[in-house]
Structures are given as structure tokens and as C-alpha cells.
């Protein structure tokens, strides 16, 4: 079965995005090297330059990566991915209602109206022998809240944000056992990687 992998960028502190909902400052590190990693999807014409310790651990996740799950937060602020995740991946949004205009012809987006467990479900199915990726803080505190997380990827940003939107503020269960991280060292970002602890 498909392993279930948040990937979120955060500050030190722990948010995801700032007080204004702005994310660039977490989102720094994609610019802050000199080696070029294409996303996969040629329609959006996304090009990350990070170091060399990052632009591996990036191409790793987007070999590992087969579908993504989000929640309709996150969805709304890229804007829809124009149709398509980056990772040209199918994406799973779980949201109460499907939004006007949605679903598109030739879009990769689905809209999962029935909960996280039926999204996760559909998600896994889409991702094949792959993992599937999580985005949202809110999408990632209800797979943890459910059982549903396999792994926590975290892109540690070198910033304190002093406030926004935490990562990890409103979980139902605590405490969620990690075990020891995998570290890579880039150049404005330390990536950390937990397995969770299910038992």
C-alpha cells in the first residue's frame, strides 16, 4: 500500500504561512541556489534553483511521489494549479462543496466531498506503488488526527515568522511519536524527514 507523506516548508517556529497568509518567506529556499530542478508538469513552466543538497532531495520526492492531497486552503491559494499540480500527479482536494467552474476538461484536480479517509483512499489508489503527498496544514493535522501519515517531510526554512498559520496547533492526539529524522543540509533550508509512529 501507497506510504501517506506530508511535505510542507516552515519557519523555525513553526508556521506555514505568515499573519497575511503569505508564504513566501517558507518558500525562499526554491530560489536560493544555483542548480536548476524543473517541476515535472510542462504546462507550468516552474523552474526551482537551489543548492545541490536540495535540487537531490527534491528530485527524489518527485520520483517518489505519485498523487498529492490537499485541502481547499491550500488549493484556492495556488490558484487551482491552473489544472494541474506541478508534479504533474493527479491531486485529490478534500473540500465540503466542489467549487464553481470545477471540475475542468483535462484537469488533473478531483474534489473528494466525503472526508479525509475517503480522500487519502482515493488518493493511494491514484498513486499506485508511490507514495502520496500531503499539502495544507489542516489536511496534514487530520491524516495525523486519523492514523493516515506514514512520514512527515519538513523543509525547515531559516526564518522565524513570530506568527500565522502553525503546521501542528490543533492536533486531537498528542503526543505523535516521530522517529529519528533523516537530515539534508541545503542552503537556507534543512530537510528533515520522520517516519511516524502508528502503535
Not at 527534491?58 to 486552503?73: F, H, K, P, V, Y
Not at 491552473?82 to 470545477?102: I, K, L, N, Q, Y
Not at 466525503?114 to 493535522?141: E, L, N, W, Y
Request: proline share 6%.
Amino acid at each position: 500500500m501507497s506510504k501517506v507523506v506530508a511535505i510542507m516548508s516552515m519557519s523555525l517556529d513553526g508556521y506555514v504561512a505568515d499573519a497575511n497568509d503569505g508564504v513566501s518567506e517558507v518558500f525562499d529556499w526554491y530560489f536560493s541556489g544555483e542548480v536548476e530542478v524543473p517541476t515535472a508538469s510542462t504546462t507550468s513552466g516552474m523552474t526551482f534553483h537551489v543548492s545541490a543538497a536540495s535540487a537531490e532531495h527534491l528530485r527524489g520526492l518527485q520520483a517518489e511521489i505519485g498523487a498529492m492531497l490537499t485541502g481547499r486552503r491550500t488549493f484556492e491559494r495556488a490558484d487551482g494549479w491552473g489544472g494541474r499540480h506541478p508534479w504533474d500527479v493527479p491531486a485529490f482536494v478534500v473540500t465540503h462543496e466542489v467549487p464553481e467552474g470545477w471540475p475542468r476538461p483535462d484537469s488533473t484536480v478531483q474534489f473528494v466531498t466525503d472526508g479525509i479517509g475517503s480522500a487519502v483512499a482515493r488518493a493511494r489508489a491514484a498513486a499506485g506503488p508511490k507514495f502520496v503527498g500531503v499539502h495544507g496544514a489542516r489536511t496534514i493535522q487530520q491524516c495525523l488526527d486519523g492514523g493516515l501519515l506514514d512520514e512527515i517531510h519538513i523543509d525547515l526554512a531559516a526564518v522565524l515568522l513570530g506568527e500565522g498559520v502553525r503546521l501542528f496547533d490543533r492536533l486531537a492526539s498528542t503526543p505523535v511519536v516521530l522517529g529519528s529524522p533523516r537530515v539534508v543540509p541545503g542552503v537556507g533550508v534543512t530537510h528533515l524527514r520522520y517516519p511516524v509512529h502508528t502503535s
